[in-house]
Nanobody, 125 residues
Framework: QVQLVESGGGLVQAGGSLRLSCAASGRTFSSYNMGWFRQAPGKEREFVACISTSGFSTHYADSVKGRFTISRDNSQNTVYLQMNSLKPEDTAVYYC??????????????????WGQGTQVTVSS
């Protein structure tokens, strides 16, 4: 069982930056691949970024590549999402999620077993 708690969301102007954090409970955090997803009103939940158990492998959605960076600190049971050059279209509730390591990084929500409650990110124009 893994419990996830996101923080760091808020209101920012376009072009600004935010850093999201996701703190995980449990001693098995380092055995999970971690992902960030987002959901805007009236839209489906979409993949943003994911990172392997070691942190050596990452994958990003095309819409955030070059602007967002995912990282993790296994000693702190925390995964981060650094978001730079934010755009109004980045406005959404952001969720972190944990997936058992099945050898490949997952980009679909169904591959993730545990989810946080979400944190709101609002980017004003």
């Amino acid at each position: 069982q893994v419990q996830l708690v996101e923080s760091g969301g808020g209101l920012v102007q376009a072009g600004g930056s935010l850093r999201l954090s996701c703190a995980a409970s449990g001693r098995t955090f380092s055995s999970y691949n971690m992902g960030w997803f987002r959901q805007a009103p009236g839209k489906e939940r979409e993949f943003v970024a994911c990172i392997s158990t070691s942190g050596f492998s990452t994958h990003y959605a095309d819409s955030v590549k070059g602007r967002f960076t995912i990282s993790r600190d296994n000693s702190q049971n925390t995964v981060y999402l650094q978001m730079n050059s934010l755009k109004p279209e980045d406005t959404a509730v952001y969720y972190c999620a944990a997936a058992p390591d099945r050898g490949i990084l997952a980009v679909t929500p169904g591959r993730y077993d545990y989810w946080g409650q979400g944190t709101q990110v609002t980017v004003s124009s």
